[in-house]
């Protein structure tokens, strides 16, 4: 695909399709089964990837009645912008593997419904292009960039300067990562990148030397590729940019990281995709609200398919939710307007739980609207 801002082509959605697990099976329909163990699987027994939706569906609303609902509306606040619902877009890497018109469609799709995007380091198309496409946008959400740590300082710093110069309003490092997921779905499959499918953003990374016999070929590696608590400070020291924190289960983390600067923290195991049996987000993240006590924002990911999802996310302590298979799942089906449909239903689904549960707005949503155990 050229690299320009041109106004991404507009499919049809498939019939029948009126939720977010609807947009996963028909996605399953129309992608070959390599791609579709990339885009869908997890790490190992992906366990925690069931488990993650698992834990949501656990929790109970409580509904709330004869409440004055009068002017209620979606509306919040993060890192100084006013987003028209928490509901944001999680990084997931190359788009174009699922739809030409790659994170095109996905970011005009996130700027039509006024949703947050979080850019992939590992996108198929430029940073500067897509901030180009939406940027001028007056009712789009936030614009992020999320970083992987590149063993080059420099690399690291190029591209964060490019980031802030192209009008990014974050930089997303994920910390999780340090080495990829034993994904046991995608090698059955084998899958690879096809021809034409890179990370555009990203300069390929230098040779190593081959481990001696004996060592581990992959702590030899990690040192140079693995950020460190003092890499935070440093990143902090090259940007104006508010620096977020994502992949945090641990509640000594969540506080290191508040120690550190980090501007706001996104409760993730990486969608199960690197460690698998970590615990579901939903799980930890009212641990983590209460380690860090509102000292910044929580943001969380992992197996959120409903608008009660959300709901209940907000309730547990979380200022916003991320996105991210199902974003995959509606390019793959219709491009940009399945992204937008995804939103769409999320964002319908989340009104509806918070009139139902006599919440007028998102500061309304507390432990009271859930079931306590």
């Known amino acids: 695909m050229p690299e320009s801002s041109a106004v991404p082509a507009l499919s ?45 569906q656990a929790r109970s609303l409580v509904p709330r009645v004869l409440r004055d609902l009068t002017g209620g509306h979606t509306r919040t606040t993060l890192l100084g912008r006013t987003l028209a619902h928490p509901i944001l877009i999680a990084p997931t890497a190359f788009h174009r593997l699922v739809h030409p018109d790659g994170e095109l469609a996905t970011a005009y799709a996130a700027a039509a419904q006024g949703a947050g995007l979080v850019l992939s380091a590992q996108a198929t198309v430029t940073l500067e292009s897509v901030a180009t496409a939406i940027g001028a946008d007056a009712t789009r959400g936030p614009l992020w960039f999320q970083l992987y740590w590149q063993r080059a300082r420099d690399a690291v710093r190029q591209l964060v300067a490019r980031a802030e110069a192209a009008g990014y309003e974050a930089i997303v490092l ?89 501007a706001a923290i996104i409760v993730s195991n990486h969608g199960g995709r690197t460690l698998d049996t970590t615990p579901a987000t939903a799980t930890v993240l009212p641990r983590l609200a209460d380690a860090v006590g509102g000292a910044v924002p929580l943001l969380v990911d992992g197996g959120i398919r409903r608008g009660t999802d959300v709901a209940k996310a907000l309730a547990l302590g979380a200022s916003a939710v991320l996105i991210g298979r199902p974003v995959i799942y509606g390019l793959a089906n219709a491009g940009a307007i399945g992204v937008a449909h995804v939103l769409r239903l999320l964002r319908d689904e989340f009104e509806i739980a918070m009139a139902l549960c006599g919440c007028r707005t998102v500061a309304d949503l507390s432990a009271d609207v859930l079931l306590q155990a």
Do not use: C, M
């Open 174 to 262: 994920t910390v999780d990562a340090s080495s990829s997921g034993a994904r046991d779905r995608e090698r059955r499959a084998g899958f690879q990148l096809p021809p034409g499918i890179t990370a555009v953003n990203l300069k390929p990374a230098p040779t190593t030397s081959a481990p001696t016999p004996g060592d581990s070929g992959l702590f030899t590696r990690l040192p140079e590729g693995a950020p460190t608590w003092s890499d935070i400070a440093w990143l902090r020291s090259i940007t104006r940019l508010p620096i977020v924190l994502k992949g945090i289960l641990h509640e000594a983390d969540a506080r290191q990281a508040v120690h550190e600067g980090a």
């Open 12 to 56: 049809a959605l498939p019939p029948g399709v009126v939720t977010l697990d609807d947009h996963e099976r028909a996605a399953q329909a129309r992608l070959d089964a390599a791609t579709w163990a990339y885009v869908h699987g997890g790490a190992g027994d992906e366990l925690t990837a069931g488990r993650n939706r698992q834990a949501w």
